[in-house]
């Protein structure tokens, strides 16, 4: 993460996020600097706009959050009797797919996370 962070710094400063300033950076907090991490971090940044990405990881939980409100919210009591054994729920049952779910974040975290601690 403080490859990750230095190029934060770097974009924050209006510096240039290059394998100079990052190590600079990095040595500058500290940090055993590994040149092939910051090869690596310098080439995958070179087509991204940190401020839009930043800003669009802002508000991402907070979209995410309202659509499981609302689907909460749909799922509610209709009114119904509370001892109907055949009532239905549009949410899926979910208590045998909690493994599943685990692996598959953990492979969604693969990426410049992984890469980079």
Same mark, same amino acid.
Not at 69 to 72: K, Q
């Given at each position: 993460?403080?490859? *990750?962070y /230095? /190029?934060?710094?770097?974009n924050?400063t209006d510096?240039e996020? %290059?394998?100079? %300033?990052l190590?600079d *950076?990095?040595?500058?907090?500290?940090v055993d *600097?590994?040149?092939?991490?910051v090869k /690596?971090l *310098? =080439?995958?940044l070179e087509d991204v706009?940190?401020?839009?990405?930043v800003?669009?990881?802002a508000?991402?939980?907070?979209?995410?959050? /309202?659509a499981a409100?609302? =689907?909460?919210a749909?799922?509610?009591?209709?009114g119904?009797?509370?001892?109907?054994?055949e009532e239905?729920?549009d949410?899926?049952d979910?208590?045998?797919d909690?493994?599943?779910d685990?692996?598959?974040?953990e492979?969604?975290g693969e990426?410049?996370?992984?890469l980079?601690?």
């Open positions: 993460m403080e490859y *990750v /230095a /190029a934060l710094i770097l924050e510096e996020i %290059n394998e100079d %300033n190590t *950076v990095l040595d500058a907090a500290g *600097v590994e040149e092939s991490r /690596a *310098v =080439a995958a706009d940190i401020d839009e990405a800003s669009e990881a508000v991402a939980p907070a979209a995410g959050g /309202a409100g609302g =689907a909460a749909a799922g509610g009591d209709e119904g009797d509370e001892g109907d054994a239905t729920s949410v899926p979910t208590t045998d909690d493994d599943d685990d692996e598959d974040e492979a969604g990426g410049l996370g992984e980079f601690g």
